[in-house]
T-cell receptor, first 114, second 112 residues
Framework: GAVVSQHPSRVICKSGTSVKIECRSLDFQATTMFWYRQFPKQSLMLMATSNEGSKATYEQGVEKDKFLINHASLTLSTLTVTSAHPEDSSFYIC??????????FGPGTRLLVL | QKEVEQNSGPLSVPEGAIASLNCTYSDRGSQSFFWYRQYSGKSPELIMSIYSNGDKEDGRFTAQLNKASQYVSLLIRDSQPSDSATYLCALGLGGGSYIPTFGRGTSLIVHP
């Protein structure tokens, strides 16, 4: 199957700092990528849809100024959590939509804000 | 508003049995349906996709779709302990701009 990578896989940071997470589709061009957040024992929650070359579309309740998304190329989208706080600690997962419209997930990034 | 309903479980089956996972949805415009498996602490991985009514088989997995009744199910034959995971149902509107909606997932436990 298609491969989507994320980096870093795990990050611990101090409250108030910013953290950047990269998502790459390795064997197909993804015009659309998605960013999800998952808290323990809860379902995936879509945060935003990232479109190459245009602004991201954020879901209701997600602060666009806090969660900055950049989809600079057809294979790379980044999510920056700005001024992170402990309540931002979560499992962040990206996915990339293939030309066949199947969604492939990255391995996820576990963020812990102290 | 697209809603996807799944019984959170856990569904417990003995090794070798058939596990049946069900999902209902509210949006009749949904065109594409997916089943993902998510192991604890890992991201989801795609198991099956189904787009038309009926059954679709892939190895030990069979997806069943009934658009009239608005449900989609996943059968796992000869269940193995390694199948123990959370199974997420997802659906989309199809076309070039769908945004998938996920259910909360059903926890499956296959005991030896």
């Amino acid at each position: 199957g298609a491969v989507v990578s994320q980096h870093p896989s795990r990050v611990i940071c101090k409250s108030g700092t910013s953290v950047k997470i990269e998502c790459r589709s390795l064997d197909f061009q993804a015009t659309t990528m998605f960013w999800y957040r998952q808290f323990p024992k809860q379902s995936l929650m879509l945060m935003a849809t990232s479109n190459e070359g245009s602004k991201a579309t954020y879901e209701q309740g997600v602060e666009k100024d806090k969660f900055l998304i950049n989809h600079a190329s057809l294979t790379l989208s980044t999510l920056t959590v700005t001024s992170a706080h402990p309540e931002d600690s979560s499992f962040y997962i990206c996915s990339a939509r293939s030309p066949q419209e199947t969604q492939y997930f990255g391995p996820g990034t576990r963020l812990l804000v102290l | 508003q697209k809603e996807v309903e799944q019984n959170s479980g856990p569904l417990s089956v003995p090794e070798g049995a058939i596990a049946s996972l069900n999902c209902t949805y509210s949006d009749r415009g949904s065109q594409s349906f997916f089943w993902y498996r998510q192991y604890s602490g890992k991201s989801p991985e795609l198991i099956m996709s189904i787009y038309s009514n009926g059954d679709k088989e892939d190895g030990r997995f069979t997806a069943q779709l009934n658009k009239a009744s608005q449900y989609v199910s996943l059968l796992i034959r000869d269940s193995q302990p390694s199948d123990s995971a959370t199974y997420l149902c997802a659906l989309g509107l199809g076309g070039g701009s769908y945004i998938p909606t996920f259910g909360r997932g059903t926890s499956l436990i296959v005991h030896p």
